[in-house]
């Protein structure tokens, strides 16, 4: 059970999205002119540019059901066309999800330009694993938590151990005290206390370092080797944020296959996920390695040894 005293003095705080912290609640207004009207979620897509914060009657709707009940229940179909449908969990997806359809972005000779991506948020396509950008021929594959029946209410919402972590909280992590949200993790059902750390241990070395590491290590690895293959094929480009770098696709580049488009649009999938492997590792392995194998060699399931001497890197001339 949440408490409420707390929960309500936490949604009291309206911040912008720089401002937040694991200790501060969000709530999600639209500002019309100057006046901010609170934005319920109705399962359409919300309209409007500043999405900075929301409250309970955000997601619940206590007035015409008699009880807290929540507002979005139903089935929520991505741009895709594919059905979300994990009970309470529909309500995150109403917001928590792509808002293009992979098929109308990445086409041959498309234009980039800084936003380039499924936009932002695209946490409901990758736990059901869909909506990204599928090399004809690489067999992708999803993991367990593609499965998970309450998905984003079971690990982010677990009972937390502090209210900056789990509950309505929603956060997975305090990095300020170094703490994690491991109590869903470890349900009897899913992998019933074995768990002790976000960035799990691998099943495999996927970055291919030669070593098997954390999940999370591992696709920060896969992902700094996409990174560069891109910067070299002038797909994306560095900038220089706040001091921190930063890189986004090319402005104004355009690209002459899908396929040079669609390794742009997985990098991008993945970092806007943000959840570095944990949603749906399976299919975040698949995204990057097909994306790395085609850049490299053009073939998206990496072409035999005996012609990829690993020393030589090639980019194809497909770009
Ligand atoms: C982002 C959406 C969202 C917002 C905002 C939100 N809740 Fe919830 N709340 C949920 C979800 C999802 C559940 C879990 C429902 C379920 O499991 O069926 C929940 C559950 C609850 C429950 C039932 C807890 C239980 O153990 O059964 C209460 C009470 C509650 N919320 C109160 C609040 C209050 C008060 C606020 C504002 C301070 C609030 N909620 C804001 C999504 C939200
Ligand atoms: C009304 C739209 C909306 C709903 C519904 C919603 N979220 Fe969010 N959520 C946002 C926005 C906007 C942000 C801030 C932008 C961002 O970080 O992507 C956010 C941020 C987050 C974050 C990151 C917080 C941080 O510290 O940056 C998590 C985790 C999260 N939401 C989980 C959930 C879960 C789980 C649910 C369902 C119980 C949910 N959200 C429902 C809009 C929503
Ligand atoms: C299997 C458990 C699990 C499920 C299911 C799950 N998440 Fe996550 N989520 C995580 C973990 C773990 C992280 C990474 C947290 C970290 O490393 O700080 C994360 C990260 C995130 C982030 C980025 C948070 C940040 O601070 O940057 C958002 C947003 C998010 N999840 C939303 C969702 C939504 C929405 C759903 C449902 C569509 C969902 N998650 C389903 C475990 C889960």
Redesign the pocket.
């Known amino acids: 059970?949440?408490k409420?005293r707390k929960?309500?003095s936490q949604?009291a705080a309206t911040r912008a999205r720089s401002c937040y912290n694991n200790k501060t609640m969000f709530s999600l207004y639209i500002f019309v002119g100057t006046k901010p009207l609170i934005a319920y979620v109705t399962g359409e897509p919300a309209d409007g540019n500043y999405f900075s914060s929301?409250?309970?009657f955000?997601?619940?709707q206590p007035h015409s059901n008699g009880n807290?009940q929540?507002r979005v229940r139903n089935a929520v179909v991505l741009e895709d066309g594919t059905l979300f449908d994990r009970?309470?969990a529909n309500?995150?997806a109403t917001c928590h999800h792509s808002r293009s359809d992979v098929s109308e972005e990445v086409v041959d000779d498309v234009e980039l330009d800084s936003h380039y991506g499924p936009h932002h948020s695209n946490q409901a396509d990758m736990i059901i694993g869909t909506n990204a950008y599928e090399y004809d021929g690489y067999q992708y594959t999803n993991s367990a938590h593609a499965l998970a029946p309450?998905a984003c209410?079971h690990c982010h919402?677990s009972a937390s151990l502090h209210e900056s972590v789990g509950g309505?909280s929603w956060n997975m992590r305090n990095e300020e005290h170094d703490w994690e949200n491991i109590i869903g993790c470890n349900a009897a059902e899913c992998h019933d206390g074995e768990i002790t750390t976000l960035d799990t241990e691998a099943e495999d070395d996927f970055d291919g370092d030669g070593e098997t590491e954390g999940i999370q290590t591992e696709i920060h690895g896969l992902l700094e080797e996409l990174t560069e293959l891109l910067l070299a094929a002038n797909l994306i480009e560095e900038e220089i944020e706040e001091g921190d770098t930063a890189y986004a696709p090319v402005e104004e580049r355009v690209v002459s296959t899908a396929d040079s488009a669609g390794a742009v649009y997985n990098w991008a999938f993945v970092e806007e996920d943000r959840s570095d492997g944990v949603h749906n590792t399976n299919y975040t392995v698949g995204l990057l390695k097909s994306s790395i194998n085609f850049l490299e060699t053009g073939d998206p399931n990496g072409a035999p040894a005996a012609t990829k001497p690993s020393s030589i890197r090639k980019l194809v001339s497909a770009h």
């Open positions: 059970m949440i409420l929960a309500s949604f929301f409250a309970c955000t997601c619940h807290f929540l009970g309470p309500t995150c309450e209410v919402m309505h």
